[in-house]
Every structure is written in structure tokens, then in C-alpha cells.
């Protein structure tokens, strides 16, 4: 037990509470924060609370945006009739990384997991069938992760898409089993979107 005042343990704990931040991190986190003086605390309290404000899910794909759609969906020079599925935005930006791939995406914002209660109508799928059904689409690369949870959602867009004449393919080759997109080095995960197969 640490014997921070309450107010520094209560900071720890929401910020411990961010994706890869153990305690440690979160501790040191805390300290360098409440080191600085006033004025530097509120300017990185306003940046956080401006992002926020402005930013909201592209209509289109459902990235996060400050603009009416997205940079990727109002991008003229990419393949538009390319859909790469994605769970949430930061498998998104871990694919544009590596700058190799040139279609559009579409954000479901979670996967189906059946232990926590999560359904396709918790998901972006109904949005997913109306942009195949509306757009020119002529395939969707599924890059959900390649685990459990990730295979059954593939899997249940495999047969939602079937009665749609579109190649529907899954992002394979050199993914270690039960890793998550957004820890791949971009190189593995290039070569993953590149030898998709057919599903
Ligand atoms: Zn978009």
C-alpha cells in the first residue's frame, strides 16, 4: 500500500486506468503531473477537453474525426470500393501506419463477445450492410483480431455479407494466434492485409 493522499491515489487510479499503463507508469505518470506549476496543468487539461469537444465518429466509417467525414473517407486518391472491418479506431491507425494500404475502412467499435454480453446490435454491423448494399463495394478485407472473439465476429459478417455479390477475405498470414492488430509491427501487419484469403 502506498501512502498517497487521497486525491493523488484517486489521480493514479483513473489514469492506471488507461490501455498500457500498469501502476508504476501510472505512479510516475501522477507525480510529473501535479510537479508542474498551475498555468502548464490547465493548458494540458484544456488540450484534452478541445480534442474532445471537436471530435466526433465520421458518418461514413465511424473513425474518429473533427470534420464533417473523416480524412480517410474524403480522400479521393483511395479505392473506395475497398472495405477494410476493422474493431476500433486504433486498429485503424495502426493499418495506416505502415501507408501501404489504400482502401477505406469501416470501425465496428468492439467485437461480438458473447462472455460480456456484446451482440451484433451492440456493433456498427447494421451501418456495415447499408454501406454494401448502397455503395460500390467489391470487397471487404475483415481485419478483426485473430482471436476468439475476433474470429466469431468475422465469421458472423462471412455470412451477413453472403447474399451481397462482393469477395470477402480475411487478413491471415504471419498474425500470431490470439494477438491484437494494434501491437503488430506494421511489416507483419502489411503482409498480413497482403496475403488475405478468400473466406
Ligand atoms: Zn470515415
Do not use: W
Not at 486506468?17 to 506549476?37: D, Q, T, V, Y
Not at 473523416?70 to 495506416?96: G, M, P, Q, W, Y
Not at 451477413?160 to 509491427?185: N, Q
Request: proline share 5%.
Amino acid at each position: 500500500m502506498s501512502d498517497f493522499p487521497d486525491r493523488i491515489e484517486e489521480l493514479i487510479r483513473e489514469i492506471s486506468s488507461l490501455p498500457g499503463i500498469g501502476p508504476k507508469s501510472a505512479e510516475r505518470i501522477s507525480l510529473c503531473i501535479l510537479s508542474k506549476n498551475e498555468s502548464e496543468v490547465e493548458k494540458f487539461v484544456n488540450i484534452i477537453q478541445k480534442a474532445k469537444e471537436n471530435m466526433h465518429l465520421c458518418p461514413v466509417c465511424f473513425n474518429i474525426t473533427d470534420k464533417e467525414r473523416c480524412n480517410v473517407c474524403t480522400d479521393s486518391k483511395r479505392n473506395h470500393s475497398i472495405i477494410c472491418v476493422v474493431e476500433e479506431v486504433r486498429d485503424l491507425f495502426a493499418i495506416e501506419k505502415g501507408k501501404y494500404y489504400d482502401g477505406v475502412f469501416h470501425v465496428l467499435h468492439g467485437r461480438i463477445d458473447p462472455m460480456n454480453h456484446i451482440s451484433p446490435e451492440n456493433l456498427k454491423m447494421k451501418e456495415l450492410v447499408k454501406r454494401v448494399s448502397e455503395e460500390d463495394v467489391k470487397e471487404i478485407i475483415i481485419a478483426t483480431n485473430p482471436n476468439f472473439n475476433g474470429d466469431i465476429t468475422a465469421l458472423y459478417i462471412q455470412r451477413l455479407l453472403k447474399p451481397y455479390d462482393i469477395k470477402i477475405t480475411r487478413i491471415a498470414t504471419g498474425l500470431p494466434k490470439g494477438t491484437e492488430i494494434d501491437f503488430v509491427d506494421s511489416v507483419t501487419l502489411s503482409m498480413a492485409i497482403k496475403d488475405r484469403k478468400e473466406i
